[in-house]
């Protein structure tokens, strides 16, 4: 549907600029929109391989066994069907730790990887386990702590405290997790006891 609204808003545009007398005003901001759609790239790229770095560090080195360890009780609770299953509850907890430090590009491979996981053990393979609809919800919603991919930007577009939007993203998202997560347990729980 996008694919047909986006050029019939794009011709109008092009359209009413002529019939306007607005050409110029076109011209003007398509290399306006192109030289700030470049430093935003440059300043979200930079960010995405600072993060992504720090994670890949903390992947290879003890760091994330213990970070696990910390989030163990949490994620038993919230998976409790793989309770056992190490190579999953590590790449949840990769997931998880890199969504609370805002870095949605850095968490989707260890969320692949733990889907993974959890589709080997999923006794009918047509439908999700409670298991991924729950890693589904927690991704949806995740809690962040640091969004460093909001600050990034604001910090491109030359916000006067890009930070300053830290305590109502905490707020807005440990909401939303608890929301999610609690309402998925009930709807679980309500399946299993039909």
Do not use: H
């Amino acid at each position: 549907m996008l694919n047909y609204i986006w050029p019939i808003l794009i011709i109008c545009s092009f359209f009413y600029a002529i019939i306007s007398g607005n050409i110029e005003n076109i011209n003007n901001s398509i290399f306006k929109s192109l030289e700030d759609v470049i430093t935003l790239s440059m300043t979200l790229v930079g960010t995405m391989c600072l993060w992504c770095g720090l994670m890949e560090i903390v992947k290879n080195t003890s760091l994330i066994k213990k970070l696990t360890k910390i989030l163990r009780p949490i994620l038993n609770w919230i998976f409790p069907d793989i309770k056992n299953n190490e190579e999953a509850m590590k790449n949840i907890s990769l997931n998880t730790i890199s969504n609370i430090l805002g870095l949605g590009n850095a968490a989707t491979p260890a969320g692949i990887k733990a889907m993974e996981n959890l589709q080997e053990e999923n006794t009918n393979k047509k439908r999700l386990s409670n298991s991924m609809m729950m890693l589904v919800v927690l991704n949806t919603t995740s809690i962040e702590l640091i969004p460093t991919t909001v600050i990034a930007i604001r910090s491109s577009l030359n916000a006067q405290n890009p930070a300053d939007i830290i305590i109502p993203i905490w707020f807005s998202t440990i909401i939303g997790t608890l929301v999610g997560v609690v309402s998925t347990k009930i709807l679980i729980r309500r399946s299993k006891n039909k």
